[in-house]
């Protein structure tokens, strides 16, 4: 993948995600009569400005993409006419102030829970949690797991995919808890494991939860048994035929699909001897594979694909869709759960409970922005539910200069009976800069990182 892969996939979602959090300001604040002066998308040099609306507010994209602002008529900003008074954001009451700033990242929230509740509503393919064989010596060994075991509950809660068994799973090494796995396997026998998650260390930037106690995705062992074969392509020009059984590619003995997969891949336009079994007979043919573009190289391609792939991919894959009312409430809870977790594993990386490499910037998330949508829409959407959730947590963060430091100091604007002092204000902004370009300093670190130990 070349970097317009990963940059125009973030560059989106970055532009949905601010538009959306600025967007909950600007519509709760019209609400409140209150008049707005400018939307802008990022920061700095206005590149493009329009003005429209009753008020002729002005809409303007701006040079700096990472972030953006809604300027609201404000007395402590400029001079406001006597007749527009009324208008000012300052002349609010507190709590019509507080809905304004809570808008934006409401509407982050809101947001997710309307694409999680599309995907379910639509239908989205996710992995089984079939388990493979697990790792020699690790926990799960120990703990009797067995490859082609069905994770049926994980602490007593259903799990229908491979995302939902390492999402309770995080939960429960958050917790340091021992939790109980139901699994089934493909005789149908249930069993019960049990795992003491009490020494896991949560470093998501290295392991998985999974991964670490020896649990591992099941991958079966395809025969190289040919299936369709596209007309026209090198497999069939070559006289192969469905059913066909490759033994070798090119002298060396091919064990299962992905070896010959990986043979023909790495042979764009060159000849290749290819033996196969048919009807307990032996034949010798020579194919050229054809050269492909894909993800900036060069590949090969037969044109055909492996034997029963519908029979196995519903061993690996499962469609999970709710009706409309169930699909709301997956997508509240998921929203909820996202934002809970979020908020717990902040709070263990203070007190030193999770690993800080936790902590991610702008480059590994762009770089999930160009995976994903490599993957396909589906997994671009939960890209971006999972994304609109975190900008929204933290912008409720109690930190000045973002919402939550606002809401804040209306806390303490009621407690006291009064707004808060200019002078402490401004001294929470600086402070709350100072954090701020830390936090996102140590984020870009942490990239980096992983940059260089990939």
Known sequence: MGPLDYILPFLLA???LIVVHEFGHYAVARLCGVKVIRFSLGFGKPLLVRRAGPDQTEWVLSAFPLGGYVKMLD??????????????FNRQSVWR??????????????LAIALYWGLYTGGVEELRPRLGAPEAGSL???AGFAQGELVRKVAGREVETWQDFRWVLLNQALERQVVVIETINPAGEVALRRLDLAATVVDQGEKDVAHQVGLTLYRPRVPAVLGRLVSGGA?????????????????VEVDDWSDLVSAVRDSPGRPLELEALRGGASLVVQIVPGAVEEGGRTIGRIGVAVADADI???????TVRYDSLDA???GLRQTWETSALSLSVMGRMIIGEVSVKNLSGPVTIADFAGQSARMGWSHYIKFLALISISLGVLNLLPVPVLDGGHLLYYVIEIIKGGPVSERVMEIGQQIGMVLLAALMAFAFYNDINRLVAS
Do not use: C, S, T, Y
Request: charged letters at 30%; zero cysteines.
């Open 14 to 16: 970055l532009g949905i």
């Open 75 to 88: 007395e402590r900003e400029a001079p406001v006419e006597p007749f527009e008074l009324h208008r000012a």
């Open 97 to 110: 102030r507080i809905a304004i700033v809570a808008a934006g990242p409401l509407a982050n929230f809101v």
């Open 140 to 142: 799960a060994e120990h």
């Open 235 to 251: 497999a069939e020009a070559a006289g192969l035929r469905a059913g066909d059984k490759v033994l070798r590619v090119g002298g």
């Open 312 to 318: 196995r991919r519903d061993l690996m894959f499962v």
């Open 328 to 330: 709301l409430g997956k």
